[in-house]
């Protein structure tokens, strides 16, 4: 398993700034993501953070919007950058840890949760 | 791309009953199908998962099943109580170490009393 710390755990921001939110897990994992969970929706990833080069984004997402960083094995940022209120949503990382039978398992942080005014 | 379709998006089932969540999936390079659980306000976590070589897993009162030829799969939730009641996620991937997991739109489920 792993322990992850993700804050802001909400925040209040003004359109046109920006939110860096931060997710420090307690063991060096491999995988990385970041998530996006508008009210009463489900998790739509936003990429992956790969340690040492770029995200890797998915459709309709981009780094411009969302840049991140991934330092190292243990931590991971993502920026909302140029806010707006379709930004308003809850903002989880997750980090895929490799069961004993191979497969990715995915452990949660405890999500923040951005209100853009 | 990948897609996972779930189905109902709600249910509403009388507490004792049995409740079924289904869903497909569009990638048949996926092999392993977790199931998670998130209650109001919390993270979702894992509450068990299939993977590919197997038809069926139990977990106490709670089993899925794996139809990997018509890619889809189900959860399974017997003798259901009022803290069952949550939002389920069914979601898929691939077997390796640098798999991301595609989630299903989610079920939220009540139990009544």
């Known amino acids: 398993s792993a322990v992850i ?25 491999t995988m990385m993501f970041w ?7 489900s998790l739509t990833l ?18 411009d919007k969302f840049p991140i960083s991934r330092p190292n094995l243990t931590f991971s940022t993502l920026t ?20 004993g039978a191979g497969n990715t398992e995915a452990f949660f942080g405890q999500g923040t949760r951005l209100t853009v005014v | 791309g990948e897609n996972v379709e779930q189905h109902p998006s709600t249910l509403s089932v009388q507490e004792g009953d049995s409740a079924v969540i289904k869903c497909t999936y ?7 199908f977790p199931w998670y659980k998130q209650e109001l306000g919390k993270r979702p976590q894992l509450i068990i998962d299939i993977r590919s070589n197997v038809g069926e897993k139990k977990d106490q009162r709670i089993a899925v099943t794996l139809n990997k030829t018509a890619k889809h799969f189900s959860l399974h939730i017997t003798e259901t109580q009022p803290e069952d009641s949550a939002v389920y996620f069914c979601a898929a991937s691939r077997y390796s170490s640098a798999s991301k997991i595609i989630f299903g739109s989610g079920t939220r489920l009540s139990i009544r009393p």
């Open chain 1, 80 to 99: 909302v950058s140029n806010m707006s209120p379709e930004d308003s949503s809850i903002y989880l990382c997750s980090v895929g840890v490799l069961g």
């Open chain 1, 5 to 29: 710390s993700q804050k802001p755990s909400r925040d209040i921001c003004q359109r046109g700034t920006s939110l860096t939110i931060q997710c420090q897990v307690d063991s060096q994992v």
């Open chain 1, 35 to 41: 998530y996006r969970q508008q009210p009463g929706q």
């Open chain 2, 26 to 32: 569009s990638d048949s390079a996926s092999n392993y």
């Open chain 1, 46 to 63: 936003i990429a992956t953070a790969n340690q040492g080069s770029e995200a890797t984004y998915e459709s309709g997402f981009v780094i």
